[in-house]
């Protein structure tokens, strides 16, 4: 059954000053390389492009969650400022798999959501849904109840055997409910952004747009003389008696037209590194191996040495440098050690050796566990008392204190 989703969106990007766009292309979920989606026809060449349209959704697209992503080009020539293409703009959507007489496990036959606290898989709030035969389906959420300014929305989708879907996260700001009856006071009065620094409540760029209770598209522009980089975009709105909303703030890459000499395509990354929790700056990470070596799709497959990480929460971080000398953000990932035998042992306190408070874990440590004293702390093993451990490491100004009569094993 052919299948579609109707899109409206706003492309409002500086590529490159002076520039039209006039290529348009989009693609759903796994970006195939600027240039190779599938083609948007129909729309003039501009700045700002408005697409309305309606976009079929790909026979072979599985059920569940999926992004349909935007952009837009420069026209093609040999020109250093053409061939250009903005960042991808994307809409997370639903894809269900539709209704079938065999009671099918992979259609979905549950829809949920909650704000900012997760109840738990099957205890969210429930979303009717109806499967008309299209094999698609748009919920209608609703916000009664959540206070106003800046939340974190989960949805997540159930199916006919019984499984769920990974909850997909999305930040929202839920504005004050328009009381018409009250006049003015509770109208939008004002919307304005900034880039990178906040100038403070009322000092950002004014949108000039005519405001009323329907949705409204907000026409950004980016300064000329902002500098290549990563910026921060900040949007909030006000009203006559509820004040400002929370700041709405969006990651954003301004790009160089030097980066790209000539308008190439088909930039290679040379370099791959990662680093766990604190970022050394780019360029001072440890090196991952990966193949091919340069490519464009590449694997790593590489262990990662994790032996000096305390006992606890932590964050992977990867990035990668292309050919142009571009780094891209990095991509976080969380993971946990745990206490089992066998791991580097941490202090968590000074204290004796023998006290289970002093070690991460909560218990003294095992002749094959390798033990780090971390910095500043003082260990002591107290007369009649033994210590054991395979290795031992510590921190700057760390102090183990070996008291006359006690027993120090290392293995």
Same mark, same amino acid.
């Given at each position: 059954m052919k299948k579609s989703a109707i899109i409206f969106l706003l492309i409002c990007s500086r590529i490159c000053s002076g520039q039209n766009f006039s290529n348009f292309e989009y693609f759903f979920t796994t970006d195939p390389?600027?240039?190779?989606?599938?083609?948007?026809?129909?729309?003039p060449n501009g700045n700002n492009i408005t697409f309305n349209a309606n976009i079929t959704v790909p026979a072979n697209l599985t059920p569940g969650f999926?992004?349909?992503?935007?952009?837009?080009?420069?026209? $093609?020539? $040999?020109?250093? !400022?053409? @061939?250009?293409?903005?960042v991808a703009a994307s809409v997370p959507m639903i894809i269900n798999g539709g209704a079938t007489s065999t009671g099918d496990g992979s259609v979905i036959t549950n829809v949920e959501y909650f704000f900012d606290n997760d109840p738990g898989v099957g205890l969210a709030t429930r979303v009717a849904f %109806?499967?008309?035969? @299209?094999?698609?389906?748009?919920?209608?959420?609703?916000?009664?109840?959540?206070?106003?300014?800046?939340?974190?929305?989960?949805?997540?989708?159930?199916t006919g055997a019984g499984g769920w879907s990974v909850t997909e996260c999305r930040p929202v700001i839920v504005f004050p409910s328009?009381?018409?009856?009250?006049?003015?006071?509770?109208? +939008?009065?004002?919307?304005?952004?900034?880039?990178?620094?906040?100038p403070g409540f009322g000092a950002g760029t004014n949108v000039d747009v005519t405001l009323?209770?329907?949705?409204?598209?907000?026409?950004?522009?980016?300064?000329?003389? !902002?500098?290549?980089?990563?910026? !921060?975009?900040g949007v909030r709105a006000r009203t006559g008696v509820a004040g400002w909303s929370n700041t709405h703030v969006q990651p954003f890459v301004v790009w160089s037209p030097t980066v790209n000499p000539g308008g190439q395509t088909g930039g290679q990354?040379?370099?791959?590194e990662y680093y766990i929790d604190a970022d050394p700056g780019q360029g001072?990470?440890?090196?991952?191996?990966?193949?091919?070596?340069?490519?464009?799709?590449?694997? /790593?497959? /590489? @262990? !990662?040495?994790?032996?000096?990480?305390?006992?606890?929460?932590?964050?992977?971080? %990867?990035?990668?440098?292309?050919?142009y000398g571009q780094w891209s953000a990095p991509r976080a990932t969380t993971f946990s050690i745990t206490c089992n035998n066998g791991v580097k042992l941490f202090t968590a306190q000074s204290g004796s050796w023998n006290d289970l408070s002093t070690w991460a874990c909560g218990r003294i440590p095992l002749?094959?566990?390798? %033990?780090?004293?971390?910095?500043?702390?003082?260990?002591? +093993?107290?007369?009649?008392?033994?210590?054991?451990?395979?290795?031992?490491?510590?921190? /700057?100004?760390?102090?183990l204190d070996v008291k006359a009569g006690a027993i120090l094993k290392v293995n």
């Amino acid at each position: 059954m052919k299948k579609s989703a109707i899109i409206f969106l706003l492309i409002c990007s500086r590529i490159c000053s002076g520039q039209n766009f006039s290529n348009f292309e989009y693609f759903f979920t796994t970006d195939p390389g600027a240039g190779n989606g599938t083609a948007i026809t129909g729309y003039p060449n501009g700045n700002n492009i408005t697409f309305n349209a309606n976009i079929t959704v790909p026979a072979n697209l599985t059920p569940g969650f999926h992004f349909l992503c935007v952009r837009a080009g420069t026209p $093609s020539g $040999s020109n250093a !400022l053409l @061939n250009r293409w903005s960042v991808a703009a994307s809409v997370p959507m639903i894809i269900n798999g539709g209704a079938t007489s065999t009671g099918d496990g992979s259609v979905i036959t549950n829809v949920e959501y909650f704000f900012d606290n997760d109840p738990g898989v099957g205890l969210a709030t429930r979303v009717a849904f %109806v499967n008309n035969g @299209n094999d698609t389906a748009t919920p209608t959420f609703s916000a009664n109840g959540i206070t106003p300014g800046f939340h974190l929305m989960g949805v997540r989708v159930g199916t006919g055997a019984g499984g769920w879907s990974v909850t997909e996260c999305r930040p929202v700001i839920v504005f004050p409910s328009v009381n018409t009856a009250s006049g003015s006071q509770n109208q +939008i009065t004002r919307i304005e952004y900034f880039w990178g620094n906040d100038p403070g409540f009322g000092a950002g760029t004014n949108v000039d747009v005519t405001l009323t209770n329907e949705a409204v598209i907000i026409p950004i522009t980016v300064p000329s003389n !902002l500098a290549p980089g990563y910026y !921060l975009l900040g949007v909030r709105a006000r009203t006559g008696v509820a004040g400002w909303s929370n700041t709405h703030v969006q990651p954003f890459v301004v790009w160089s037209p030097t980066v790209n000499p000539g308008g190439q395509t088909g930039g290679q990354i040379v370099k791959l590194e990662y680093y766990i929790d604190a970022d050394p700056g780019q360029g001072n990470g440890i090196n991952l191996t990966y193949t091919p070596n340069p490519g464009k799709d590449i694997t /790593s497959m /590489s @262990n !990662l040495d994790i032996g000096a990480l305390p006992v606890g929460n932590h964050v992977f971080y %990867v990035r990668a440098l292309d050919s142009y000398g571009q780094w891209s953000a990095p991509r976080a990932t969380t993971f946990s050690i745990t206490c089992n035998n066998g791991v580097k042992l941490f202090t968590a306190q000074s204290g004796s050796w023998n006290d289970l408070s002093t070690w991460a874990c909560g218990r003294i440590p095992l002749p094959t566990e390798d %033990v780090y004293i971390k910095s500043a702390h003082k260990i002591t +093993i107290n007369l009649g008392q033994t210590g054991q451990c395979k290795t031992i490491d510590s921190g /700057s100004g760390a102090v183990l204190d070996v008291k006359a009569g006690a027993i120090l094993k290392v293995n």
